[in-house]
């Protein structure tokens, strides 16, 4: 069974920047893929990033447009989030897949097999 921790989430203002971290335990051997997720009350959980687990081939959701940057580094992955705004106030997920980063961001989130539980960012105006 895998082991998903975030940390480093918080408050921030518009335009500042953030790193969260997520650290893997357990099965993590078996995974193909790591990577974040967020969600906000009322809405569906979005597919932010995904890379291959301890690095290498990553892919990003349409809207990233360049403001984050995910990275891996053995059992763990990071997301730096730059040029923040209020929209992106979620609760961030760390996830883990044996799926590939593209089928991670895009595809169904009921898919995914390990979630971990989550860091709160919130970016104020």
């Known amino acids: 069974q895998v082991q998903l921790v975030e940390s480093g989430g918080g408050s921030v203002q518009a335009e500042g920047s953030l790193k969260i971290s997520c650290a893997a335990s357990?099965?993590?051997?078996?995974?193909?893929?790591m990577g974040w997720f967020r969600q906000t009350p009322g809405k569906e959980r979005e597919g932010v990033a995904a890379?291959?687990?301890?690095?290498?081939s990553l892919w990003y959701a349409n809207w990233v447009k360049g403001r984050f940057t995910i990275s891996a580094k053995g059992n763990m992955v990071y997301l730096q989030m730059n040029n923040l705004r209020p929209e992106d106030t979620a609760m961030y997920y760390c996830?883990?897949?044996?799926?590939?980063?593209?089928?991670?961001?895009?595809?169904?989130?009921?898919?995914?097999?390990?979630w971990g539980r989550g860091t709160q960012v919130t970016v104020s105006s």
């Open positions: 890379i291959y687990y301890g690095g290498g």
């Open positions: 357990g099965g993590h051997l078996t995974l193909n893929s």
């Open positions: 996830v883990a897949s044996r799926s590939d980063p593209v089928t991670v961001v895009t595809g169904d989130p009921r898919d995914i097999e390990y």
